[in-house]
């Protein structure tokens, strides 16, 4: 079984500066994807960030970077340039290239921007 | 329709009752997802559809919950018998392509059972 850990629960940031949220995992598996997702009090979940774990470099969607550690089952978000639209819940989550695209979630991180 | 619809956005029932709550996904989405998040944690994967089948039903939690999918299209979660514990926001997404992560969510329907 697969595990997804998010160490934090609660994180903040001045707008325009900085920020990085932390995940790790656990999987048995060697060809597999992780996201990040954010969802806003909305409710709705909104892909963030994709990354395959076959490939080496990190991924980067704008202001969104990852620093993916395979080794040691590492997966970090950096957020650059923080905006008040940023604040949200942060999850990040975990799936085998063979599952159907079932998804495996961690406990998720709340993050605001401070103006 | 241009994203997931998810009805209703809210109910609350008394325990005991039956609950029904639909998901409408995205048109052309072959693959669709049940997940239920309690609050303050992550969702958990409770059921998931390739067209009309249920492919995997490894996550629903006890024989009191239930979905259908009879056309490929709009999913139906059923719950029986409501417990306060059956309290959470069930989430539905859906999926055009396989393996490759990318779910588009509803908004979610929030169960509260008094």
């Known amino acids: 079984a697969q595990t997804v850990t998010q160490s934090q629960p609660e994180m903040s940031v001045q707008e325009a500066e900085t920020v990085t949220l932390s995940c790790t995992y656990d999987?048995?598996?060697?060809?597999?994807?992780l996201f990040w997702y954010k969802q806003p009090p909305s409710r709705q979940m909104i892909l963030v960030i994709r990354?395959?774990?076959?490939?080496?470099q990190n991924a980067t969607e704008n202001r969104f970077s990852v620093n993916f550690q395979k080794a040691a089952k590492s997966f970090s978000l950096k957020i650059s340039d923080s905006q008040l639209g940023d604040t949200a819940m942060y999850f990040c989550?975990?799936?085998?290239?063979?599952?159907?695209?079932?998804?495996?979630f961690g406990g998720g991180t709340r993050l605001m921007v401070k103006p | 329709g241009a994203g997931v619809s998810q009805t209703p956005s809210n109910k609350v029932t008394e325990k005991g009752k039956y609950v029904e709550l639909r998901c409408d996904p995205i048109?052309?989405?072959?693959?669709l997802y049940w997940y239920r998040q309690s609050l303050g944690q992550g969702p958990e994967f409770l059921i998931y559809?390739?067209?009309?089948?249920?492919?995997?039903d490894s996550g629903l939690p006890n024989d009191r919950f239930f979905a259908v999918r009879p056309e490929g299209s709009v999913s139906t979660l059923k719950i029986q018998r409501t417990e306060r514990g059956d309290s959470a926001v069930y989430l539905c997404?859906?999926?055009?392509?396989?393996?490759?992560?990318?779910?588009?969510f509803g908004e979610g329907s929030r169960l509260t059972v008094l």
């Open positions: 997404a859906s999926s055009a392509l396989r393996n490759t992560g990318e779910l588009f």
């Open positions: 999987t048995s598996e060697s060809n597999y994807y």
């Open positions: 990354q395959e774990a076959y490939k080496q």
């Open positions: 989550a975990f799936t085998p290239n063979n599952a159907g695209n079932m998804l495996t």
């Open positions: 048109s052309g989405h072959t693959a």
């Open positions: 559809f390739q067209g009309t089948g249920a492919a995997d």
